[in-house]
């Protein structure tokens, strides 16, 4: 930091930090402008892209770029962090040591927030539990808004006046800086590696998760998940796997050859009527009405809205069939877990496109599904290699430059009957804004490919 940055840090005091100028940060600094409390801004990048817009929105706001430092934080008193900032930053730890408080905007939403809130995580499957409660809940009449790591910034959320339910998808990195949240349910869908390049181990990743049980009136959990039933809970505990149902929880109950989502011994919805697909699939739908049951919603209107879910963009979603060929998006699979439950759910016959950030994880759990279920894997992205090396001997494996040419070499490699499927198994942030701009550039490759 140089003498002029210097002098401009000693002008006054900055006791609030925002480090963040994604949308979550953009939130926080709404909230204090409205709250007529002063902060400074920083972020990590020389140039953030969004910087032009917020100096528009906050013209008399002191903004700081570039790698963060500890004249940076002299005189803060509270550092509100984005997710994607890492709070093991020596600057950050070096303020905290020095008296100053760090959290996220879920901690400054869980001061200011007075409707009842439901809270779900999971390293797969969040976001589609987090749509499928909100629309349950608005089709029994129940105003509901989802916000947090799936859409709007959970602050945003909280302006809205006619708000009588806020269902939050939050992420460790959320979680990781949140202590005060109070909610009427709680979840945990399931933890399989994810973020490791972060969290480093699994165990604490999933002692992050486990935090957003410590204030619930209810929480759910998933009893198949070996980690998710070692979590400490509070209030009361509801269940749901795919086995029968336990007590007044929900599960898998067959008639003949069906198997249907039930409640204890009452069957409510046939399993293979449902648009969202595989296990995971049954697993979401299960979990959706087992939080929706807790908070009362009229079952009749929870499997109307169950019937006509047709799920999420980016995950598993169907994009088309050409010459008998169907192509899938799942863009949104940035971890192992999530692209060996794809996988599972597609079963065979699958040209797997594959690549981008690793975030860590079971390479040889990955190996195995791909020799299970994959023809070929295509490879590209920053650490394509890393991925070759782990499946070398899996399947047949190719690796490209581009998404353009990924899904050329995927059409020369199915025949009729095949499934290509765009599951990373990473992020996408080395050619990428985010998973859905990955998952618009995949879709629009292929139907490029079917004019």
Not at 434 to 448: A, L, W
Request: with cysteine; net charge negative.
């Amino acid at each position: 930091m140089g003498p002029v940055l210097q002098k401009q840090m000693t002008d006054r005091n900055h006791e609030r930090v925002i480090i963040g100028l994604g949308k979550t940060g953009v939130s926080v600094a709404r909230h204090f402008c409205s709250r007529g409390m002063p902060f400074i801004v920083a972020d990590t990048r020389d140039n953030p892209s969004g910087l032009g817009a917020f100096r528009q929105e906050f013209p008399e706001t002191r903004v700081f770029s570039g790698a963060l430092s500890e004249e940076l934080f002299v005189d803060a008193k509270q550092i509100i962090v984005s997710p994607g900032v890492d709070t093991r930053d020596p600057a950050i730890q070096s303020a905290v040591a020095h008296g100053a408080e760090c959290y996220g905007d879920i901690e400054l939403f869980a001061n200011a927030n007075h409707i009842p809130v439901v809270a779900i995580t999971g390293s797969n499957g969040k976001s589609t539990v987090t749509q499928l409660v909100t629309d349950m809940a608005c089709a029994t009449g129940v105003q509901a808004y989802a916000g947090g790591n799936i859409g709007r910034p959970a602050l945003e959320i909280l302006e809205c006046d006619d708000a009588e339910l806020f269902v939050l998808e939050l992420s460790s990195f959320q979680l990781e800086s949140t202590r005060l949240l109070r909610t009427r349910v709680s979840t945990v869908l399931n933890v399989s590696a994810d973020h490791m390049d972060r969290h480093e181990t699994i165990e604490r990743y999933s002692g992050i998760k486990a935090k957003i049980y410590s204030h619930a009136a209810c929480s759910v959990i998933n009893r198949d998940d070996k980690y998710v039933t070692k979590m400490k809970t509070s209030g009361v505990v509801t269940e749901f796997g795919m086995g029968p149902p336990v007590g007044q929880g929900f599960g898998l109950l067959h008639q003949g050859s069906r198997a249907f989502l039930a409640k204890n011994d009452q069957c409510l919805f046939p399993a293979d009527e449902l648009a969202i697909q595989g296990e995971s699939g049954i697993l979401n739908a299960l979990a959706a009405l087992a939080i929706g049951d807790v908070l009362g919603l009229s079952m009749e209107k929870m499997l109307l809205t169950l019937a006509s879910f047709k799920g999420l963009p980016h995950r598993l979603s169907w994009v088309g069939k050409f010459q008998g060929v169907a192509w899938y998006n799942d863009s949104k699979g940035t971890n192992i877990g999530a692209t060996v439950t794809s996988l599972r759910s597609l079963k065979s016959n699958i040209v797997l496109l594959a690549g981008g950030v690793f975030k860590g994880g079971n390479l040889d759990h990955f190996r195995a599904a791909v020799a299970k279920h994959a023809k070929h894997v295509i490879l590209l992205g920053q650490d394509a290699g890393l991925l070759q090396e782990a499946l070398h001997d899996a399947t047949q494996i190719h690796s490209v430059d581009s998404m353009r040419d990924a899904v050329i070499r995927a059409q020369h490699l199915s025949v009729a009957g095949d499934k290509v499927l765009l599951s990373p198994a990473c992020s996408s942030f080395d050619m990428y804004e985010d998973y859905s701009e990955r998952g618009k550039d995949f879709e629009n490759c292929v139907r490029e490919l079917a004019k």
